[in-house]
């Protein structure tokens, strides 16, 4: 009886994890990181629709966001140098909050400049990419240094919803909005929203980090991303290591595609309001992914990472030509409803057995920088497509757009089923299985 009540009392608690401080505060850093993605992206590519830009030029100036998935390739700076002026919040908080600053600033630099003078407010979207890009590098290493492994999962639900909040303003509510109010003051009010996050980590404790003697930047990038690119071929072996990175690069492409401008010019040419846009892609949309999320992670403790993975991969895949049958309907909001309910559940589903599977690959010595760049480069393809969307779509159509993304199965499926059985030998010989 005394044993068992020794184990209780040292049992994590769950309300004491999510009622730390540092889980409030990822609830704002969620936010933060979260508000400026679409700002750069999608919601970004309706306001320039609306300026009459071209469709080509639209899904480029709206693919700053890529600089998402290359922010591994300034992480090191993030981990060996101070900035000067920001010395007393701390390495995590002062490039966070450099960071901060630097997206509001750039939102109000969008809003006072407007798609009227285009080349000088497409480098204030560089701005904002950049730097919400860094803004996530920093809040990742901060979240994994301010608590212990047993908090972790707290700060990452927490950190999930705050983000998610922050893509519905940026999303949702910025494009009900833009329905009554200009762009400007839309992009306007949302550099106000960062205010929030910018107070909130004033406010937070900085990690008690083991001081590091500053890295030249040649010697940060072999420690952060040459060594970690080669430990991953010495483990898998140079034919399994080249096939398995095929496979990261192509089975996402036919959701990362979709991901950048080429949607918002698409729903606009199908009659939709902004205001529907954002009730029914934004809010509903987000939903039904998370239920999604929920089915995804179950199949994955109930079948396991690859059945999930490859089930995955087709039915997220396929639901791209779900918009076929919107082209056919246009206007009509309950065919709007049926096609954002698949492609979102879908799209919600594929994501927790892509993390295992990335997760699955890591050595646990360089766990955080082999994941940032599997997770880059299991980016990057698509988002290349997407960023060559308006021309291919102002040439042939959005269908045969639609039906360019989908190929990208063909050649995912055939490496998944591949590499499955190989990957299975591996996880027996360790032992894993």
Not at 9 to 20: H, V
Not at 155 to 170: D, I, K, Q, S, W
Not at 276 to 303: E, L, M, N, P
Not at 380 to 406: C, D, M, N, R
Request: charged fraction near 10%; include cysteine.
């Amino acid at each position: 009886m005394q044993t068992e009540a020794v184990a209780t009392a040292n049992k994590p608690s769950l309300w004491r994890a999510f009622a730390t401080p540092a889980a409030w505060t990822m609830l704002f850093f969620g936010f933060s990181s979260g508000l400026p993605f679409l700002l750069v992206a999608g919601t970004l590519a309706y306001w320039l629709k609306q300026r009459g830009i071209a469709i080509a030029d639209i899904t480029m100036i709206a693919s700053a966001g890529m600089a998402y998935a290359l922010k591994f390739l300034w992480a090191p700076l993030l981990d060996h140098w101070h900035l000067p002026l920001f010395r007393r919040l701390g390495r995590r908080r002062g490039w966070l909050l450099f960071a901060q600053l630097g997206v509001t600033a750039g939102l109000l630099a969008m809003a006072a400049i407007t798609p009227e003078h285009l080349s000088a407010f497409v480098v204030a979207a560089l701005v904002v990419a950049l730097l919400g890009a860094t803004q996530d590098i920093a809040v990742d290493a901060y979240r994994i240094e301010i608590a212990p492994i047993r908090d972790q999962g707290a700060l990452v639900a927490t950190y999930a919803l705050g983000y998610r909040l922050g893509l519905l303003v940026a999303g949702a509510l910025a494009l009900i909005l833009a329905d009554h109010w200009p762009w400007r003051s839309v992009y306007g009010l949302m550099a106000a929203t960062m205010l929030l996050p910018i107070v909130a980590n004033l406010r937070a404790r900085e990690p008690d980090a083991i001081a590091q003697a500053p890295l030249r930047w040649r010697e940060a990038m072999r420690v952060g991303v040459i060594e970690p690119f080669a430990d991953f071929f010495r483990r898998y072996r140079l034919p399994l290591a080249l096939a398995t990175l095929a496979f990261i690069l192509v089975f996402k492409i036919p959701e990362q595609a979709t991901i950048g401008g080429i949607m918002s010019p698409f729903y606009r040419d199908m009659g939709f309001s902004l205001t529907a846009i954002g009730s029914i892609t934004k809010i509903y949309g987000v939903a039904i992914g998370i239920a999604g999320v929920f089915v995804g992670g179950a199949a994955v403790a109930r079948f396991g990472v690859w059945p999930s993975l490859l089930t995955g991969i087709v039915v997220c895949g396929c639901s791209n030509l779900l918009y076929l049958l919107l082209m056919s309907h246009q206007g009509d909001l309950w065919m709007l409803t049926a096609v954002i309910s698949g492609e979102n559940f879908t799209l919600g589903f594929l994501g927790p057995p892509t993390v295992a599977f990335l997760s699955s690959l890591v050595n646990r010595d360089h766990t955080a920088t082999q994941y940032a760049l599997l997770a880059s480069l299991v980016n990057l393809p698509g988002k290349v497509l997407g960023f060559f969307a308006g021309a291919i779509v102002a040439a042939s159509g959005y269908a045969a757009f639609f039906v360019i993304t989908v190929l990208a199965i063909l050649p995912a499926v055939v490496l998944c089923l591949w590499l499955w059985p190989r990957f299975r030998q591996l996880e027996k010989a360790r032992g894993d299985a």
